[in-house]
Structures are given as structure tokens and as C-alpha cells.
């Protein structure tokens, strides 16, 4: 799964990014060959981007973007974002794409 981060600065989504491959990298169950995470402003070839808090305002236009191309995204919650919870994060990544590819 390729997992585009967008948010505004980018240092705190950096950090973000890098315990959620941690949490791959940790895990039983997942493998680190099936993952890939950005930071970066092109959706192209994601499979779902997840949106900082800090720029949720932007919805619509993130919406606008995403929906045309059949790219799932989603708005990470302010306070798992505020404690760097990779797990959650990545739970919110996987639950996205699944959500999308039922239909739903």
C-alpha cells in the first residue's frame, strides 16, 4: 500500500511517517515490502492519501483532487496526530482503502 501524507509544514507529518513505518516494520503481520509512505503534494500512484489536521480546512480542495483520480483519503484526528500514534494512523490507512475498494 502507497500512503501519501499531506499536511502543511511537513516536520511533524515526517516524524508521523516515520512511526508509522516503525509500526510495519514491528509487526507480525505486516511486511515492510508492502508499504510505501511520502510526504509530498502529488497524489499519482497513491493508494490513499490521509490528511494532517492542521490542513483539514482544505477538504474540499483535497476532496476535488482525490475523488476524479479514485483515490481514497481520509482526515487524521487532531489528538492521534498530536501523539504521533503510527498504529492509529496506519489502522485509519488501512480501513480507508478497504472502505473505498467495498464501495462504501
Known sequence: MRILLCCAGGFS????MQ???KVVKESAKLNEEDFKFTAEEEIDNWDVVLVG???S???DFIEAVCKPKNVP???IDKDVYGQMDGATVLKLALVT???HEMGK
Do not use: D, E, S
Open 53 to 55: 489536521p492542521q490542513v
Open 97 to 99: 482503502r478497504k472502505k
Open 19 to 21: 512511526n508509522m513505518k
Open 73 to 75: 483519503f481520509a482526515v
Open 57 to 59: 480546512h482544505k477538504i
Open 13 to 16: 507529518t515526517n516524524m508521523l
